[in-house]
């Protein structure tokens, strides 16, 4: 299902990644926050948000490990004249992943005993992580995914959304969180292309159950979020 019910459906749906990438604004967002603001000793909140956190690093480390493997090689092919715009993508890629390892290096110590050093440390290496992905994703909806619209096909497009869902939380827990993180802000008809794209079984677990755990997961894990100033 297209969410534009207007957009020419031999042409790749950009629309799509941009549903992607709201999640990761909004998550990479109010993460550091969260953390910041999680009290010494709270090994129980800690290790929640960790595995929130851990969660959604994965899921950005597949999103773009399948662009790395299955659409920039393509891109560069079908239109040679933007290697270069395509090279700034790899080379933000590239630094994105050193920014997630750096947060990856101090995630365990701080769920481990929840202690201020650890918490600052992590805090301040997502916060170096954020305006990096940021840039990178403004520049690839700009830019980026005009080209894809115009240049590649269907099946080109959903190669990578296939790649990342293969590639995607192992457990069942994970995979229904990952769903609703993705239909938390997605408009009526944004829900109905996900929900589409999941296989039967899972769509009904969603309905019967799921939808309801993730509303329970965020509310615990949004429970100690900043009051606005």
Known sequence: MLINPNAPA????????????????????Q?????????????????????????VLDMLHEHH???DELLWPVLVQRVPLEKDLIAVMETQHQAIGDAVDAVAAQLPAWTDDAG?????????????????LTEHLDLEED???????????????VAPQKHAMKHGPRTLTGKLTLAGMVLEDATPRERAWFLGE??????????LTGARRYDEHVRLVRAGAPSPS
């Open 10 to 29: 031999d042409k790749p749906e950009i629309q799509q990644m941009k549903v992607i990438h709201r999640v990761m604004r909004r998550e990479f967002a």
């Open 31 to 55: 993460l550091p926050d969260l953390i910041a603001a999680v009290r010494v000793g709270d090994t129980a909140r800690a290790r929640l948000l960790g595995d929130h956190l851990s969660l």
């Open 65 to 67: 490990e399948a662009e």
């Open 116 to 132: 201020a050093a650890a918490r600052d440390l992590l805090t301040d290496a997502l916060r170096d992580l954020g305006p990096a």
């Open 143 to 157: 830019e980026v995914l005009p080209l894809i619209h115009d240049h590649l096909t269907v099946p080109e497009w």
């Open 198 to 207: 999941m296989p039967a079984p899972a769509r009904l677990l969603w309905r």
